[in-house]
T-cell receptor, first 113, second 114 residues
């Protein structure tokens, strides 16, 4: 069975400081992992994905994530937060057939000016 | 680049009414997924289709049905609507070959049941 745990429901950072959004996964096989961002009243936008290639994945808007199999983690980071990064972030693992997605409960990121 | 299109974007219905949500996948994507996101919740998988056949089923109520048509667009039919059906409904699509594991989401249809 697949599942995702986002360790923080809310994260607050000051503009210009680093961002760390934590995600742990559980999977009985080698999963594909994704981070999506959802701005208020908007759809889900793909930030980045890991699909068994390089373990350090670079995404859009300066975000990156590192797949650590030994820790079953896929944390999202960004060196310097912008006001426009304020949104809800979802960590996602794909199912065994690569079909359905399993979402984490989301982390709400607040950026303080 | 073309994205997933969903219509309508907003829908208001009364209890016990029916609703039909439409999804138009990205061109050359043959797999469609439906998700339901309640207020303050994470998206929950409902159902998916590949090449017009149901490929996976999640927590879709029996009151809901869906299908994928020959042009690959999909419709989610919801009957006997309940207050708890009020949610944001996302459609996503993916290609069958290269990049098949990535799902590209539409903007969602916001359904309000009164």
């Amino acid at each position: 069975a697949q599942s995702v745990t986002q360790l923080d429901s809310h994260v607050s950072v000051s503009e210009g400081t680093p961002v760390l959004l934590r995600c742990n996964y559980s999977s009985s096989y080698s999963p594909s992992l994704f981070w999506y961002v959802q701005h208020p009243n908007k759809g889900l936008q793909l930030l980045l994905k890991y699909t068994s290639a390089a373990t350090l994945v670079k995404g859009i808007n300066g975000f990156e994530a590192e797949f650590k199999k030994s820790e079953t983690s896929f944390h999202l980071t960004k060196p310097s937060a912008h006001m426009s990064d304020a949104a809800e972030y979802f960590c996602v693992v794909s199912g065994n057939t690569g079909n359905q997605f399993y979402f984490g409960t989301g982390t709400s990121l607040t950026v303080i000016p | 680049a073309a994205g997933v299109i969903q219509s309508p974007r907003h829908l208001i219905k009364e209890k016990r009414e029916t609703a039909t949500l439409k999804c138009y996948p990205i061109p050359r994507h043959d797999t469609v997924y439906w998700y339901q996101q309640g207020p303050g919740q994470d998206p929950q998988f409902l159902i998916s289709f590949y090449e017009k056949m149901q490929s996976d089923k999640g927590s879709i109520p029996d009151r809901f049905s869906a299908q994928q048509f020959s042009d690959y667009h999909s419709e989610l039919n919801m009957s006997s609507l309940e207050l708890g059906d009020s949610a944001l409904y996302f459609c996503a699509s993916s290609p069958s070959l290269r990049d098949k594991e990535t799902q590209y989401f539409g903007p969602g249809t916001r359904l309000l049941v009164l």
